[in-house]
């Protein structure tokens, strides 16, 4: 399909410290999130389905820290965050600590096209999924056993921006949040603005310590970077050492502006990152 815009996505699969072990499976997980994301922009489709396609890849794959595989709470739950975010329109959907579905990024599309609100959390967003029809499963269904076992400190979010053939662009973020958080604690992931947020510029997702990315509402502050600088890469290293500077906090995010130019930073120890431009060449990093 012949077109004026240059496509592009970036997914990302969590920052934080991973296994050297681990690490080509992410990568793998990642590329496959990619490129299921691409096949769809490929064929005319919009962005926020392949963002959300992306997305969904990564919360079924239980190496990632969200949907299938999230960490688990102080009670030893599974509670959950997700949003999406179109940069057209500036629509906008999140839910946020929420127990027994599968795909939190669909419901978080759901709640965007139902339109009423933006965000729902918890029993609320629980309550709206059952009103809209949407499936939910039984919460222990999303614990694996090495989740249970290690009950040990796991970053990392899942996160997708993606710019399509009619020069949209649309991000998804999901994540089970922070090891051994209080039950009801949200981080930054379904905050339009601090772990999502998508304009006429770009498109941002963040991952990491969502107690510090939220202070400096670092998606936003990320697009206005790139307002200023014109470069998604320098926008996303100067967003990282604004973090840093401000917070001590660590993370990572991804970055996709108007002309299919990506970016990504972080000072995390890990962050698997993977990126298709026009060429169709997947590219990996960590
Ligand atoms: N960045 C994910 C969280 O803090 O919940």
Known sequence: MKSKFTPAIIVHGGGGRI?????????DGCKDAALAGWGI????????????????????????NAGTGSTLNSLGQVEMDAAVMEGETLRAGAVAAVQGIKNPIKLARRVMEDGRHLFYAAEGALLFARAIGFAQCDPEALIVETERARW???????????????????VATSTGGIFNK??????????????????????????????AIIRIVMAKTALDLLKERAEP??????????????????AG??????????????????????????????????
């Open 19 to 27: 296994r050297a072990e681990e690490l080509p499976q992410r990568l």
């Open 41 to 64: 922009i490929q064929q005319g489709g919009s962005a926020l389905d392949a963002a959300e396609a992306a997305v969904i890849m990564l919360e079924d794959n239980p190496l990632f």
């Open 152 to 170: 040990q400190e796991k970053h990392g979010t899942v996160g997708c921006v993606a710019l399509d053939l009619e020069g949209k662009i649309a």
């Open 182 to 211: 209080l039950p009801g604690r949200v981080g930054d992931s379904p905050l339009i603005g601090c772990g999502t947020y998508a304009n006429d510029c770009g498109g941002v997702s963040c991952t990491g310590q969502g107690e």
């Open 233 to 250: 890469q320098a926008a996303a290293h100067q967003a990282i050492a604004l973090l840093a500077q401000k917070t001590g906090g660590a």
């Open 253 to 286: 995010l991804i970055i996709i502006d108007r002309q299919g130019k990506v970016g990504h930073a972080r000072n995390t120890e890990r962050m698997p990152v993977s990126f298709i431009l026009s060429d169709g060449q997947v590219h990996l990093d960590s």
